[in-house]
């Protein structure tokens, strides 16, 4: 599926030429993976899943780390104890055009709009 980064030990990750729309599409549907997708693109950053803070279970999220892992969306790698999510913008950009940013421009707009502003920008 995947190499091991040089640097920890990776997970398994659909290589690129496996990644799917309607996987990316479905992984994104979801409010809470949409929050962790909206929030690395906004710290542009590896984080922790500890650095979400998410209202949900601790099994809950791993579960939408899963997803997002599984879809190709995001990477994984652990790092000592640590395991550190990154955002798959280059492999999700060279796919489908275009499509992250019109969705994550797409759910900033919507959380102004319902008031959810608080929420990481893209930008923020």
Same mark, same amino acid.
């Given at each position: 599926?995947?190499? $091991?980064? /040089? $640097?920890?030990?990776?997970?398994?990750? *659909? #290589?690129?030429?496996?990644? @799917?729309?309607?996987?990316?599409?479905? /992984?994104?549907?979801?409010?809470?993976?949409?929050?962790?997708?909206?929030?690395?693109?906004?710290?542009?950053?590896?984080?922790?899943?500890?650095?979400?803070?998410?209202?949900?279970?601790?099994? $809950?999220?791993?579960?939408?780390? @899963?997803?997002?892992?599984?879809?190709?969306?995001?990477?994984?790698?652990y790092r000592g $104890?640590?395991?550190?999510? &990154?955002?798959?913008?280059? #492999?999700?950009?060279?796919?489908?055009?275009?499509?992250?940013?019109?969705?994550?421009?797409? /759910?900033? @707009?919507?959380?102004? @709009?319902? &008031? #959810?502003? /608080?929420?990481? *920008?893209?930008? &923020?």
């Amino acid at each position: 599926m995947t190499e $091991t980064a /040089a $640097t920890g030990r990776a997970l398994p990750h *659909p #290589d690129r030429e496996h990644i @799917r729309l309607e996987s990316v599409l479905h /992984a994104l549907s979801d409010p809470m993976r949409l929050q962790i997708v909206r929030e690395l693109a906004a710290k542009e950053a590896e984080l922790t899943c500890s650095q979400f803070d998410l209202p949900v279970t601790k099994s $809950t999220t791993t579960h939408h780390f @899963r997803v997002l892992r599984e879809s190709g969306v995001v990477r994984q790698v652990y790092r000592g $104890t640590a395991k550190m999510n &990154g955002l798959r913008r280059d #492999d999700l950009e060279s796919l489908f055009p275009g499509l992250l940013d019109s969705i994550l421009a797409a /759910a900033d @707009r919507q959380a102004a @709009r319902l &008031g #959810d502003a /608080a929420r990481v *920008p893209v930008g &923020g």
